[in-house]
């Protein structure tokens, strides 16, 4: 398998080809690598990655991008720590990973907000997202940036890593002085040295490889990570361009990873499941034929949402197919499964955890500095903080979760409810040698997940429900579908089983006038799985669940559709929640040809998604899909031929004439069957309250570990 | 003493229980993101000390968290776990120093709040999401209801044992007991939903568990909200009733008071300079007239007099200063010394206090650039330090960052000049100032010329500054702060001086229009890529006099920024009420003659999302847009060899507080 082939890399070898890019987690404490990070890292290595690359750090203190920045002065007893780590947790000669140290300056992508100094940057071009009008940098600057990577590139040298990667991609000083977007001095610093086109504006970059290849030496790895398509055609690096500075910078380095994006793109590098796995790769293809041209030992990596090993595999020149690239990112598939490599070495790739490519818990570039990690593996980002369910699993031997390791006594579980939280406590408490049970309500495993996966660009959230059903049976749980839990059962069983209630949502306060009241307590009867409507409105009722429900198919094999289910006519998406539900409805409805329009009570819609970067995109696939976006507005009454909307600050309402509503609100917890069992046993998921996956598998998983007793 | 005269009642003391107040002025509680780790820092301590130390009457603390499940933002205090208690006793032990009594602040924030950082279900009374987390919460079960009234009587433990004088409940704003209290988040139908009484009986029980763990030699408070402004939320008549049952409890001090729920009125408990100060009076009002206890207002009070004629007029018994004691940690000293013209003011900008909050940085604050840095104690020594040889030092440009270096230089003992063009100090803050509702900005403007001529700096206006003329002054240094000049996008055409009707010159500047250089008329587009209060500032002023205002962005919101310093809400409904018309996602890529000669310029939009354009006809464009920093004179005087620094926009142009520390910065190591 070309993936698992060793990788040369300047005159050191990497164990295969699978890469764990830099990216941001958090981790540091104050602007030094941490434990965390230490943990975080020899995980992946614990786990098979062949190269690791150590999250940016700033190489000039004049760099503060985020409040959690490494700044590589204080980052060597990190990267120590680290590299021996890694080195220690790789399992035998030989396949040590390589640990290459992230080097950075944001330059005008930075912020002012830590440090309170001016940004630097080639020209006063500000930001798009901070609109901070940075400092065009005076020379001594210049040749301050280019010996701070310098002396960053040592210090990781010093402190064992085995390279850097230096970045020159979406956040990066260095792609600024390439781009005619961000550099737009007169000066010595748009040109190029040796001889290459001026037009490239290669200088910058060029001094500082140099300088740091000078620093590192002829052995150590030199690794760049280069934006080769700005998408942003009018000024900045377009593909050719970037194929002609990819090969002019191979003169200096040993690989270069290649990346899109700019200033104007800030999602477009690490985008979510709207955007293709593997959409890089016709880019990649392209620098590595020039690259390979000039210089043909300098690795070329894909990146770009790789994350099956299949596409990974095909990528590297697998299944016959031309090579396009040497080795692969595979970052955020090793956060959503740290086992990644050594799964697929021991045979096992079928057992890969998937990555579902939402960016709900990984992608954490925002203010409130989440720490990295994955709505499917909540221990990812938490390896000090978690118990491993598995621990004591030797991966070695038989890879992944589950050898039927007995967890002091065995005993009999029932699991009520095969949403994620139920499938993942009923895998969990299985693997650790538990006899388990678990009964489902409807005719199919996964819940809402399954449902949610039915919107428009989500279709890879559905995942993550096969591969806890597909864990569940091979851990032999027991599975019942089509089985309704009465509460005298669980009074039965209860006295010889532990019982955990995973039992999901029920349909959430409609508190608009025309439907029926809110409800102030109690347990309303369960959703019917279908419309409603009331009154004297002659508006059609859905939420947003049922509706998509309808796109899944039956266990008889039909799809009923949304269209049939809903009414002709226009339809309104009400959104008071401002994640990706709505946003993927009203791009599902609009794609049906109907005429959709979006009403939230925000001033931008779908709030909630800047921390999956899909914020900007989302609006944008909205306006182009023709969907009227009524902002600031809360939904007031459903009249008899539209809805009543009020804008939230002037108090104005107006009726948008529609035969539909779509209900995108908030859900109860289903706790009928917790509350008629005496409020005692314990549940997880959406039964505690309706949230996103990760809280459902994270307390799904906690349950099964609390059958062990506490401290398990 | 002029205190006397001038302030008798802010400078009575007054008794809280078993705590002595000196004075009436309240440091109340408020966020700082000092907090690392769940523990509070030096920090802490020193920014409490230093409000200490200028006389506050009382202090009270941030909040402490009363359970792990209580995790809304990163950098809060985990008063649940006892290793907070060292640094309790360093901020009582910092505090005590000045003899000013202080005390904690302790809550949980129940569904305001969600699990990013708990990794716990969120706890609320009902299955409510909150309107700024969006997380639905875990309806409380009765027995975790009793575990958070054990976490609150826990952490009044904690604070005990670490000097604290007193207790506050925090009960308004961001409150599990708000969450109770009221009925747009209280749902339940068991003891503790429904009537009030029953709505208010986990504030009672908590208020008899802290008391026993505190015993009678601490003070308890509890702070209530007098009017959440929100859909079924608590009202004036509810919090009355409320207050009433608390001071029937016979176990409470003194009741605070506050308006607005933070996760959805936010903009109305820390409001700008667009609200008039006094604005929630009514509620301190409303309550003491019911009840016998110390009452507290607050609702921006930034001066003295201001608050002593609310007590004087029976509103409170004391009065909440937050920003003003941020703004000038002397306030209180400075007022009782009869130096009340010496204070630095606040501008309710919200720019670096408030605005840095949300976005989960350190509290500072854009004209004081020692807070939020007081725990770099030398630094603020050596600032102060007089130097052993003063030097001359000649700055040019009278706007913040040029008066903040002279200010700076001149505490530290150099001889300083300040050289401005213009006749009056000020800079873009002066034209910024001018605008309806904006005028409080200017009062940094003040502020610094008062401190300037208290440290003996001199001030030179009308004179043009260059090379020749700053040599002329034999300077041992000069600081260039000479801002910026206004540039004009690629696609504004050029003016041609022989029309006066061409196009370009129906483009002007928004300095240009506030400066009265230009007086647009009919029908107004402003185009903005600054996202804060130029263009809407501007837009307001042309509303006002008449014109069909337009504001185009290419950013999502117009008036982005202004999210953060919560004048967006407010902006809405002005913009909204004057008719002004909002274009998002919109860049203007040409601007031309109209068709047919018709009069005024055509303008050509592209929505970029779509990439739909359309031709938009005005009589003038009124640009907001990144300026170019006016470097040219620092790079003359590097050039002719004059030992030179430069701050402000002349480094690159940015907002007030950029140039204030950057001033500060220089002005300090000369």
């Not at chain 1, 690239?325 to 990112?329: K, L, M, Q």
């Given at each position: 398998m070309k993936l698992l082939e060793p990788l040369r890399l300047g005159n050191r070898t990497a164990p295969n080809r699978i890469v764990f890019g830099a990216h941001e987690t958090n981790l540091g404490r104050r602007r030094a690598l941490s434990e965390r990070h230490v943990a975080y890292y020899e995980r992946r290595a614990l786990g098979g990655a062949g190269v690791i690359v150590v999250e940016d750090a700033s190489?000039?203190?004049?760099?503060?991008?985020?409040?959690?920045?490494?700044?590589a002065s204080a980052c060597a007893p990190g990267w120590r720590t680290i590299v021996d780590a890694c080195a220690a947790a790789a399992?035998?000669?030989?396949v040590r990973p390589l640990v290459l140290a992230g080097l950075n300056h944001a330059g005008?992508?930075?912020?002012?907000?830590?440090?309170?100094l001016p940004m630097w940057a080639p020209s006063r071009v500000p930001d798009v997202a901070t609109r901070e009008v940075p400092q065009a940098m005076e020379p001594d600057e210049i040749a301050a940036v280019i010996a701070g990577f310098a002396e960053a590139a040592r210090g990781a040298l010093a402190a064992g890593c085995d390279g850097v990667d230096v970045n020159v991609g979406q956040f990066s000083l260095i792609r600024q002085f390439l781009s005619g977007l961000t550099n737009q001095r007169?000066?010595?610093?748009t040109g190029s040295d040796?001889?290459?086109?001026?037009?490239?504006?290669l200088r910058f970059a060029q001094r500082v490889l140099a300088a740091v290849r000078d620093a590192i030496g002829p052995d150590a790895v030199l690794a760049i990570r280069l934006s080769?398509?700005?998408?942003?055609?009018w000024a900045g690096i377009v593909a050719d361009v970037g194929a002609l500075v990819a090969a002019a910078l191979a003169e200096t380095v040993d690989a270069i990873t290649v990346v899109r994006g700019s200033i104007f793109s800030?999602?477009?590098?690490?985008?979510?499941?709207h955007t293709e796995p593997g959409f890089n790769l016709g880019l990649v293809a392209q620098i590595r034929e020039a690259v390979t041209a000039v210089r043909p030992g300098v690795a070329v990596v894909a990146q770009g949402s790789i994350v099956e090993w299949g596409q990974a595999e095909w990528a590297l020149g697998g299944f016959d197919d031309p090579a396009r690239?040497?080795?692969?990112?595979m970052t955020r598939a090793q956060i959503a499964d740290p086992d990644l490599g050594a799964k697929v070495a021991a045979g096992h790739a079928d057992r890969v955890r998937p990555c579902?490519?939402?960016?709900?818990?990984?992608?954490?570039?925002?203010?409130?500095n989440p720490i990295v990690s994955c709505v499917?593996?909540?221990?990812s980002g938490h390896e000090l903080d978690d118990?491993?369910?598995?621990?004591?699993?030797?991966i070695g031997v038989d890879?992944?979760?589950?050898?039927?390791?007995?967890?002091g006594a065995p005993r009999d579980v029932l699991v009520v409810g095969a949403g994620v939280a139920g499938l993942e406590c009923a895998r969990v408490a299985a693997a650790r040698g538990h006899r388990v049970r678990l009964v489902e309500?409807?005719?199919?495993?996964?819940?809402s997940v399954r449902t949610a996966a039915?919107?428009?660009?989500?279709?890879?959230?559905a995942l993550i429900a096969d591969w806890l059903e597909a864990e569940c049976r091979r851990l032999g749980v027991t599975i019942e579908t089509s089985s309704e839990i009465e509460p005298g059962l669980v009074e039965r069983i209860a006295g010889d089983h532990a019982v955990v209630l995973c039992t999901g949502a029920r349909p959430g306060l409609r508190?608009?006038?025309?439907?029926?009241?809110?409800?102030?307590?109690g347990a309303p009867a369960r959703g019917s799985g279908g419309a409603s409507s009331s009154g004297s409105s002659g508006v059609v009722v859905w939420s947003a669940s049922d509706l998509l429900a309808t796109e899944r198919r039956s266990p008889t094999g039909t799809v009923r559709g949304l269209d049939a289910a809903l009414p002709e006519g226009p339809v309104v998406v009400w959104d008071p929640?401002?994640?990706?539900v709505a946003v993927s409805i009203a791009e599902l409805l609009a794609s049906r040809g109907r005429q959709v329009t979006l009403v939230c009570?925000?001033?931008?819609?779908?709030?909630?998604l800047s921390l999956t970067g899909d914020l900007a995109p989302a609006n944008t696939r909205l306006l182009q899909a023709g969907v009227a976006l009524v902002k600031r507005s809360v939904l007031r009454s459903l009249g008899t031929t539209g809805v009543v909307v009020e804008e939230?600050?002037?108090?104005l309402t107006t009726v948008i004439a529609c035969a539909a509503l779509v209900d995108c609100g908030t859900l109860l917890p289903d706790d009928a069957l917790w509350r008629a069992t005496g409020e005692r046993h314990p549940r997880a998921g959406d039964a505690v309250a309706p949230r996103t996956i990760h809280e459902a598998i994270l307390e799904g998983r906690r349950a099964a570990l609390a059958l062990d007793g506490p401290g398990a | 003493m002029p205190t006397v005269a001038r302030y008798p009642r802010l400078f009575s003391p007054l008794r809280l229980g078993p705590v002595t107040v000196e004075n009436r002025v309240v440091f109340s509680a408020h966020l700082?993101?000092?907090?690392e780790d769940g523990h509070a820092t030096d920090q802490h301590a020193a920014y409490y000390e230093a409000r200490a130390a200028g006389g506050a009457g009382l202090i009270i603390t941030e909040e402490h968290s009363v359970?792990?499940?209580?995790?809304?933002?990163?950098?809060?205090?985990?008063?649940?776990?006892?290793?907070?208690i060292p640094g309790y006793r360093q901020i009582t032990d910092a505090v005590h120093a000045h003899g000013t009594p202080i005390f904690a602040q302790i809550n949980h924030n129940g569904g305001q709040a969600?699990?990013?950082?708990?990794?716990l279900p969120v706890w609320a009374p009902s299955s409510v999401p909150d309107p700024l987390f969006r997380e639905v919460p875990k309806e409380l079960e009765v027995r975790e209801i009793a575990e958070i009234v054990a976490g609150y009587a826990l952490v009044a433990g904690h604070c005990r044992q670490g000097g604290f004088d007193g207790i506050e409940l925090q009960?308004?704003?961001?409150?599990i007991v708000r969450g109770f209290l009221s009925l747009a988040t209280n749902h339940r139908t068991?003891?503790?939903?429904?009537t009030l009484a029953r709505r208010a009986r986990l504030l009672l029980e908590i208020v008899a568990a802290v008391r026993e763990t505190i015993g009678r030699d601490l003070a308890l408070g509890v702070r209530l909200c007098g009017?959440?402004?929100?859909?079924?939320g608590t009202t004036i008549d509810d919090a009355v009733e409320v207050a009433r049952m608390v001071e029937a409890t016979?176990?409470?001090d003194y009741v605070n008071t506050s308006i607005g729920v933070?996760?959805?009125?936010l903009y109305m408990i820390e409001?700008?300079?667009h609200v008039p100060p006094g604005?929630?009076?009514?509620i301190p009002s409303a309550i003491r007239k019911a009840i016998s206890l110390p009452v507290v207002g607050v609702g921006r009070f930034k001066d003295p007099l201001q608050a002593e004629r609310a007590l004087d007029a029976g509103h409170c018994d004391l009065v909440g200063v937050v920003r003003g004691q941020i703004a000038d940690a002397d306030f209180v000293a400075k007022a009782r010394s009869g130096h009340v013209d010496d204070t630095r003011l606040?501008?309710?900008?919200?720019?670096?206090c408030v605005g840095r909050m949300g976005l989960n940085r350190w509290l500072g604050c854009i004209e004081n650039p020692r807070t939020g840095r007081e725990a770099e104690r030398g630094r603020w020594a050596s600032a102060v330090a007089l130097v052993d040889r003063p030097q001359r030092v000649v700055v040019v440009g009278a706007g913040p960052a040029g008066m903040q270096a002279a200010i700076a230089a001149a505490n530290r003992g150099h001889r300083v000049t300040v050289i401005e063009?213009?006749?009056?100090?000020?800079?873009q803050v002066r034209l910024a100032a001018t605008v309806a509702n904006r005028a409080e900005l200017g009062d940094v403007i003040r502020n610094q010329v008062t401190e300037c001529r208290r440290a003996g700096v001199t001030m030179r206006y009308g004179e043009e500054a260059s090379v020749d003329s700053l040599r002329a002054l034999r300077p041992d240094v000069v600081v260039v702060a000479t801002g910026s000049v206004p540039e004009r996008p690629w696609w504004v055409p050029q003016v041609d001086?022989?029309?006066?009707?061409?196009?370009?010159?129906?483009v002007v500047d928004v300095t240009d229009v506030l400066a009265g250089r230009a007086a647009p008329t009919g029908r107004v587009a402003v185009f903005d890529?600054?996202?804060?209060?130029q263009a809407t500032s501007v837009a307001e002023l042309l509303a006002d006099r008449g014109c069909a205002v337009e504001v185009i962005t290419p950013?999502?919101?117009?008036?982005?920024?202004l999210g953060i310093t919560l004048d967006l809400e407010q902006w809405w409904m002005r913009a909204s009420a004057k008719g002004i018309a909002q274009t998002t996602?919109?860049?203007?890529?040409g601007a031309g003659p109209c068709a047919d000669g018709r009069p005024g310029l055509a303008l050509q939009l592209?929505?970029?999302?779509?990439?739909g354009s359309e031709l938009r006809e005005v009589d003038w464009l009124v640009l907001c847009v990144p300026a170019a920093p006016a470097d040219g004179l620092w790079r003359a005087c590097r050039d002719a060899g004059i030992r030179v620094e430069r701050v402000g926009d002349c480094v690159a142009p940015r907002r007030i507080h950029a140039a204030v520390v950057e001033g500060q910065r220089v002005g300090e190591r000369l």
């Open positions: 190489v000039h203190p004049s760099d503060w991008p985020y409040e959690r920045a490494p700044l399992r035998g000669e030989g005008s992508q930075g912020s002012s907000a830590f440090s309170q007169s000066d010595e610093w040796g001889g290459h086109d001026d037009g490239l504006r080769c398509d700005e998408l942003a055609p800030t999602g477009a590098t690490r985008p979510d499941g690239a040497d080795a692969v990112e579902l490519l939402c960016n709900q818990k990984c992608q954490v570039r925002d203010g409130r499917g593996e909540p221990r118990p491993d369910p598995c621990a004591g699993v030797d890879i992944g979760e589950g050898t039927g390791r007995t967890a309500r409807s005719s199919g495993l996964g819940g039915a919107g428009s660009g989500r279709s890879r959230l508190p608009y006038a025309g439907t029926s009241p809110p409800s102030t307590g929640v401002g994640g990706p009570p925000d001033f931008t819609v779908g709030t909630q939230r600050y002037t108090g | 700082t993101n000092y907090a359970h792990p499940t209580d995790w809304p933002y990163e950098k809060l205090i985990h008063g649940f776990s006892p290793s907070v969600s699990s990013m950082y708990s990794r009960c308004s704003h961001s409150s068991d003891d503790y939903g429904g009017d959440e402004l929100i859909e079924h016979g176990q409470v933070a996760t959805a009125t409001a700008s300079m604005y929630a009076m009514f606040c501008l309710s900008c919200n720019q670096e063009r213009d006749p009056v100090p000020g800079g001086p022989s029309l006066a009707e061409a196009p370009g010159a129906l890529e600054l996202g804060f209060h950013g999502m919101v117009v008036g982005q920024d996602d919109t860049l203007v890529m592209v929505h970029h999302p779509t990439g």
